[in-house]
């Protein structure tokens, strides 16, 4: 049954979100709420994954709302203005989720996510585990070995990769192992890339004991200090990374499309970020690596104009 015109009072609506609403407080539609995801996943400043409009109306409207979940969820655990109430937004997050799946809704996002769980096999343990990952950073800072950072990975990026295989209908084992290592490899590569970043945040995401081999201590990577041992440091997590984008790459010739095309093109821009960090070497305690839009559809592109050239 599709839901067209139900509506839903506000009066338990999260006050952290409810003032940001492009509504006034009363009854929320369902078209009201996907509208308010949409405006979440498209004018966040970590934008929506790009190239949404690869997959069809029906399937852009629901991972926009996995999206918004997703993405409300990590600033509260992660931007400073919730930093006084985070612990509790998170634990009201995961009910009015577990509510959602329960069949009630009242906040836009789960009235959002209802619609798109009637439509979709999106898993109640995917969304779980996204929060699982959210409630870690705010007590967890420091990871001792790469098992203990793909266990973090298994919460926070691997239920990414198999939602949207389940709405794109694919979710089948062999796709969702190779989808595993490939969200993986795209959480490290973000690290990387952000390792200047997080550090100013007091976190660390290169395994500890990686670091002690390499003779790089905490307070090298937090005051962004250069020293001996970082060069072959970076070297060997970025090698080890790449290894994992290698392992989920065969993922893109067992789609078809659209499923092809995006993950193909989420792949080519977690390498690109990847192989960026690797350049940038030591520079990464200091500064990030942006990857700008434009130049990298025209890079992904380049292949294809080539041959029509050529032709």
């Known amino acids: 049954?599709?839901?067209?015109?139900?509506?839903?009072?506000?009066?338990?609506?999260?006050?952290?979100?409810?003032?940001?609403?492009?509504?006034?407080?009363?009854?929320v539609t369902v078209d009201q709420a996907h509208r308010y995801c949409r405006g979440i996943a498209t004018g966040h400043y970590e934008n929506f994954p790009v190239f949404l409009r690869l997959f069809s109306p029906e399937q852009q409207t629901a991972l926009a709302a996995v999206y918004a979940f997703a993405r409300t969820a990590d600033d509260f655990a992660d931007e400073q203005v919730f930093d006084a109430f985070a612990d509790?937004?998170?634990a009201s997050w995961r009910t009015q989720l577990r509510d959602c799946y329960a069949g009630k809704?009242?906040?836009?996002?789960?009235?959002?996510?209802?619609?798109?769980?009637?439509?979709?096999?999106?898993r109640q343990e995917h969304l779980?585990?996204?929060?699982?990952?959210?409630?870690?950073?705010?007590?967890?800072n420091r990871y001792a070995s790469w098992a203990e950072l793909h266990d973090y990975c298994t919460a926070s990026a691997e239920p990414v990769g198999r939602i949207v295989l389940a709405?794109?209908?694919?979710?089948a084992p062999e796709n969702e192992e190779r989808s595993?290592?490939?969200?993986?490899?795209?959480?490290?590569?973000?690290f990387w890339q952000d390792i200047?970043?997080?550090?100013?945040?007091?976190?660390?995401?290169?395994?500890?004991?990686?670091?002690?081999?390499?003779?790089?201590?905490?307070?090298?990577i937090l005051s962004g200090r250069r020293v001996p041992g970082l060069a072959p440091l970076?070297?060997?997590?970025?090698g080890y990374t790449a290894r994992l984008f290698r392992q989920g790459r065969p993922l893109i010739g067992a789609l078809p499309m659209p499923g092809k095309a995006y993950i193909a093109l989420t792949h080519f821009g977690g390498a690109t970020i990847l192989s960026m960090a690797r350049r940038y070497g030591p520079a990464l305690v200091s500064e990030r690596p942006r990857l700008a839009l434009l130049p990298f559809i025209a890079s992904y592109l380049r292949p294809f104009t080539a041959a029509r050239r050529n032709a």
């Open 180 to 190: 595993d290592a490939l969200c993986t490899a795209l959480q490290l590569a973000n």
């Open 88 to 90: 509790t937004a998170l």
């Open 128 to 140: 779980e585990a996204l929060l699982d990952a959210f409630v870690q950073d705010r007590v967890k």
């Open 234 to 238: 970076i070297d060997e997590i970025t």
């Open 196 to 220: 200047s970043v997080d550090a100013k945040k007091g976190r660390i995401y290169i395994p500890a004991r990686l670091m002690a081999r390499h003779g790089v201590t905490d307070e090298d």
């Open 105 to 122: 809704a009242v906040h836009p996002v789960f009235i959002a996510l209802r619609w798109a769980i009637d439509r979709f096999p999106v």
């Open 167 to 171: 709405v794109l209908g694919q979710a």
């Open 1 to 27: 049954m599709r839901h067209a015109t139900p509506v839903h009072t506000a009066g338990s609506v999260g006050p952290w979100h409810w003032e940001a609403l492009p509504f006034h407080a009363g009854e």
